[in-house]
């Protein structure tokens, strides 16, 4: 079992930052894949950006690329969404999920249903 703590979330002005982090307890991330969800009121979740913890290769949603960035911190054994260039669309709770490696294709890990494990999340509001 993985269980993932999502943490960083806040309300920030249009055009700032904030950084997520989402952190496993009681094991490490090596051999799995770690994505970011975002689940606006009233919508359905959608597909942010995921890592493969190993091999470091990223995925990310249209929307988000060039704005925000997902990497992993071996010393703190977390997973991190650098988010920049904030937009008020961008207001949602954002979800960390888990799911062991295996070969997938590119368009399936951004599918809920690949993940195993999913944290609390955490809300991030953008305010125009």
């Known amino acids: 079992q993985v269980q993932l703590v999502e943490s960083g979330g806040g309300l920030v002005q249009a055009g700032g930052s904030l950084r997520l982090s989402c952190a496993a307890s009681?094991?490490?991330?090596?051999?799995?894949?770690v994505g970011w969800f975002s689940q606006a009121p009233g919508k359905e979740r959608e597909f942010v950006a995921t890592?493969?913890?190993?091999?470091?290769?990223?995925y990310y949603a249209d929307s988000v690329k060039g704005r925000f960035t997902i990497s992993r911190d071996f010393a703190k054994n977390t997973v991190c969404l650098q988010m920049n260039s904030l937009k008020p669309e961008d207001t949602a709770v954002y979800y960390c999920?888990?799911?062991?490696?295996?070969?997938?294709?590119?368009?399936?890990?951004?599918?809920?249903?690949?993940?195993?494990?999913w944290g609390q999340g955490t809300q991030v509001t953008v305010s125009s």
């Open positions: 890592i493969n913890w190993n091999a470091g290769s990223t």
């Open positions: 009681g094991r490490t991330f090596s051999s799995y894949v």
């Open positions: 999920a888990a799911v062991r490696y295996s070969p997938r294709s590119l368009p399936s890990m951004s599918l809920e249903m690949t993940y195993d494990y």
